[in-house]
């Protein structure tokens, strides 16, 4: 994977700035997280990302982008579909083969969702959508993967172990939390957005929560 950079990027939607002149460069092996306030730039900074990474990225978006009335494993299985022939997503689709059920069923099950197999996402909790979302892109087993707000619909103990899954599968991360203690935790350096800026970008080592404050403040 060569590193996904941007450069003095500024985005805007209906006249009002989202992003301005933001530069980034995320390198292999880099877990980074990016922290600060609801409507700061997280969403848009990934997208962004994913745009510049293409194929190279698996995404989790925070509405999660589930087709409902599918089933938990034609969900995860989609994290693929773009690598298989029409024939194949078909037969995937009406009669899955013994060794995609198998391959799908070993991501489910390190996401707590064995049980939930062929039951359709749109039965599922919200916290049973959101690991779904997660379990799709650990399937794709792309370079990086880039995910918003990926266990904010589930309980700090869910949230540890679904982060530890989702970063057993990928060495190179962007991920967007809003736990400001799972962000030191888990990445190696902090990204912090205010006002469409980045106004902090450090290694997570030696950090406290309350060395974000700043970023949070009005």
Known sequence: MTPIALEGATVGYGGRAVLEDVTLTVRPGEVVA??????????TLLRLLYERAGPAAALTPQDYGLVQSLSVFHNIYMGRLDRRGWLANLRALLAPARAD??????????????????????????????????GRAL??????????????????????????????????AVLALHDRALAIDFADRIVGLK????????????MAPADLDEIYGG
């Open 34 to 43: 990016l922290v600060g306030r609801s409507g700061a730039g997280k969403s």
């Open 139 to 172: 399937y794709r087993e792309a370079e990086i993967v880039l995910a918003d707000e990926p266990v904010s619909a589930v309980d700090e103990h869910q949230s540890r172990d679904v982060l530890a899954a989702l970063l057993e599968g990928y060495d190179t």
């Open 101 to 134: 059920v198998a391959a799908v069923r070993n991501v489910a099950a390190r996401l707590g969702l064995d049980e939930k197999l062929f039951e359709p996402a749109g039965e599922l909790s919200g916290g049973q959508k959101q690991r779904t979302a997660v």
């Open 195 to 206: 006002d469409g800026r980045i106004a902090l970008d450090r290694p997570s080592a030696g």
